[in-house]
């Protein structure tokens, strides 16, 4: 059973940069498959999809968030990784990593989130 | 964010059958298949569709999806307590680079 799981500080100055990792087990990253990806949930908003990227390094960004996503995968460590630079209040969210399947983008598997909070 | 518009609620008593719309553009839902979640209080999302009408193993064929032009919906027969959660469609837009949009979510109720 493939298993997702986001790691990372739950506390993030203003200012600074937000750095997330997905650790995938039950499965490989290596696959033409599938995708990966990360989406997050403000509280009390909807879900927001921020990039995906697949194993080979291809990245797709939300545009608004272009300019302070990256998006890396490891894949002798099957993780992939998330940073956003400059966060503020507004970034503040439940974070989850997930698995797209290539055929239609649907998300099939998710980690069970992590809330990061960004505050002084 | 959304792109992809959702009523923000709909309710039924158990056994009902509650409709869900969720209207794109020719970007999103006009050129992609259409993906429905569902998340319950707390919890993860879960795939509850895939390419607009295909329920993963293990999702009770009381869902089902449907899709025409640029809109699509999710029905929910059999109104359960169970089915009480936030459900958002979501597709692949072609518009500059690529990217993935959610719809804006529905609240579904059971009376």
């Known amino acids: 059973q493939l298993q997702l799981q986001e790691s990372g500080p739950g506390l993030v100055k203003p200012s600074e940069t937000l750095s997330l990792t997905c650790t995938v087990s039950?499965?490989?990253?290596?696959?033409?498959?599938?995708?990966w990806g990360w989406i997050r949930q403000p509280p009390g908003k909807g879900l927001e999809w921020i990039g995906s990227?697949?194993?080979?390094?291809?990245?797709y960004y939300y545009p608004s968030l272009k300019s302070r996503v990256t998006i890396s995968v490891d894949t002798s460590k099957n993780q992939f990784s998330l940073k956003l630079s400059s966060v503020t209040a507004a970034d503040t969210a439940v974070y989850y990593c997930?698995?797209?399947?290539?055929?239609?983008?649907?998300?099939?598997?998710w980690g069970q989130g992590t809330l990061v909070t960004v505050s002084s | 964010q959304s792109v992809l518009t959702q009523p923000p609620s709909a309710s039924g008593t158990p056994g009902q059958r509650v409709t869900i719309s969720c209207s794109g553009s020719?970007?999103?839902?006009?050129?992609?298949?259409v993906s429905w979640y569902r998340r319950l209080p707390g919890t993860a999302p879960k795939l509850l569709i895939h390419?607009?009408?295909q329920r993963p193993s293990g999702v009770p064929d009381r869902f089902s999806g449907s899709k025409s032009g640029t809109s699509a919906s999710l029905a929910i027969s059999g109104l359960q307590s169970e089915d009480e959660a936030d459900y958002y469609c979501?597709?692949?837009?072609?518009?500059?680079?690529?990217?993935?949009?959610f719809g804006t979510g529905t609240k579904v109720t059971v009376l």
């Open positions: 020719s970007s999103n839902i006009g050129s992609n298949t």
């Open positions: 390419s607009n009408n």
């Open positions: 039950g499965g490989s990253i290596s696959s033409s498959s599938y995708y």
């Open positions: 979501a597709a692949w837009d072609d518009s500059l680079n690529g990217l993935y949009v």
């Open positions: 990227i697949y194993y080979s390094g291809s990245t």
């Open positions: 997930a698995r797209h399947l290539a055929l239609d983008s649907s998300i099939d598997y």
